[in-house]
């Protein structure tokens, strides 16, 4: 088993709807996590993060955490074909190292 | 505020053959990654620093990979001899705290024929 599982998809949504995608790791440890957005050819940039249970707003994107059932999801809103990339979840363990280990990404295509 | 900065963008070389890649990282950041993303999955860690020591190397093969950072600013990460199998984009990231969300240099591709 992964450490960090992603539905590898392609997620494709028409442009205005609602982008649902999901993240689930397997260390009850972990405390932190990142939504990153990868466009093609380019690095990945954070736009996301969630540290505890619950629903996290900015924008158009709500991160949702559910830890009892090590659960991360990202819900993009009026999605917009500038939203077309892939979303990589990020989780890190309560170490003291802190690092982050990556799920494989969702690509996301927003048709107009 | 300048971000991560990585040289060279690409790089083709022959297998056997050796490469360094250079990385700064924004002012003031303590931790510094090296990343590792072959094309169609996430960035794996190959090593952690905080300031200029080792916080975590598990993923780095050592008997051809290398890395220092110096002085606990720049980086450079080389690999001898490479192989085919090291095809990748080698992205340089750096954060404020460690176990903080990080800030992408714009990658490395490195193409070994």
């Known amino acids: 088993q992964k450490e960090v599982e992603q539905n590898s998809g392609p997620l494709s949504v028409p442009e205005g709807a609602i982008a649902s995608l999901n993240c689930t790791y397997s260390d009850r440890g972990s405390q932190s996590f990142f939504w990153y957005r990868q466009y093609s050819g380019k690095s990945p940039e954070l736009i996301m993060s969630i540290y505890s249970n619950g629903d996290k707003e900015d924008g158009r994107f709500t991160a949702q955490l559910n830890k009892a059932s090590q659960y991360v999801s990202l819900l993009i809103r009026d999605s917009q074909p500038s939203d077309s990339a892939t979303y990589l979840c990020?989780?890190?363990?309560?170490?003291?190292?802190?690092?982050?280990?990556f799920g494989d990404g969702t690509t996301l295509t927003v048709k107009p | 505020e300048a971000g991560v900065a990585q040289s060279p963008r690409y790089k083709i070389i022959e297998k056997r053959q050796s490469v360094a890649f250079w990385c700064n990282p924004i002012s003031g950041h303590a931790t510094l990654y090296w990343y590792q993303q072959i094309l169609g999955q996430g960035p794996k860690l190959l090593i952690q620093f905080q300031n200029n020591g080792v916080v975590d190397d598990s993923q780095l093969p050592k008997d051809r990979f290398s890395a220092e950072r110096l002085k606990g600013v720049d980086s450079t990460l080389k690999i001898q001899p490479a192989k085919l199998e090291d095809s990748a984009v080698y992205l340089c990231?750096?954060?404020?705290?460690?176990?903080?969300?990080?800030?992408f240099g714009q990658g490395t591709r490195l193409t070994v024929v």
């Open positions: 990231a750096s954060s404020l705290l460690q176990g903080g969300f990080a800030f």
């Open positions: 990020a989780v890190n363990i309560n170490t003291n190292a802190g690092k982050s280990t």
